[in-house]
């Protein structure tokens, strides 16, 4: 009998696929942290969850311009940016539906809180209605532009009222709380 040393064993057949299998899986799940680490590390970076939300208004309010740019003839630079836009916003309301809303209601801005989600639903009707126009149609970026005026105004509302309020009514614990479920929540959306 000849003994093999481990340099000179070679996996073959099923194993070979078996181990090729897992070192690919592996490699996919560091890629996506790595990729989840990233999109939520901008957020992360500005410290309090207000100041996280803000920098991703920030941010949409980017692609919204970046948007607005183009001609009805770059339709595939504008289906890209809409699909970037599409994902900011998703996660973005994940973060304000799952935590900072619900912030708002156990602290007394029941009524306030409603009326953001309610206007979460009016985003969603137009990121929909935009995905189903061409963007070569002259009313796709005319329905761009009410759709960014009605944001502005909700980002406004959230920005200058109701997350001040809300930053008051917490105090320093409940903020840093706040902000970590935030975190935690704008990662698994990632």
Same mark, same amino acid.
Request: charged share 25%.
């Given at each position: 009998?000849?003994? !093999? ?6 996996? $073959?057949?099923?194993? @070979? #696929? ?24 901008? $957020? ?5 969850? *207000?100041?996280? &939300? ?12 970046? !948007?607005?740019? $183009? ?10 940016? #809409? ?10 309301? !994940? ?10 209601? *156990? ?19 137009? &990121?929909? *209605? ?6 070569? *149609? ?10 960014? @005026? ?15 309020? #809300? @930053? ?10 706040? $902000? ?11």
């Amino acid at each position: 009998m000849k003994y !093999i040393s481990a340099s000179e064993h070679q996996l $073959t057949g099923p194993a @070979r #696929l078996v181990g090729a299998a897992a070192a690919g899986f592996l490699v996919g799940l560091a890629a996506n942290f790595g990729r989840k680490a990233l999109v939520q590390g901008v $957020t992360v970076a500005q410290g309090a969850w *207000d100041e996280g &939300l803000k920098a991703e208004h920030r941010l949409t309010l980017k692609i919204f311009g970046a !948007i607005e740019a $183009t001609d009805a003839k770059q339709v595939k630079k504008r289906k890209a940016l #809409l699909l970037q836009l599409q994902h900011a916003l998703a996660k973005h309301a !994940i973060e304000e539906e799952n935590v900072i809303y619900p912030a708002m209601r *156990d602290h007394g801005l029941g009524p306030e809180a409603d009326q953001l989600v309610h206007d979460h639903g009016y985003v969603k009707q137009y &990121l929909f *209605d935009l995905a189903e126009m061409s963007p070569a *149609d002259p009313g796709w970026i005319i329905k761009l532009r009410d759709f960014r @005026r009605d944001i502005e105004k909700h980002i406004r509302a959230e920005e200058e009222e109701l997350f001040p309020r #809300l @930053r008051e009514v917490l105090g320093e614990k409940g903020n840093a709380h706040v $902000t970590s479920a935030m975190n935690k929540a704008g990662f698994a959306a990632a």
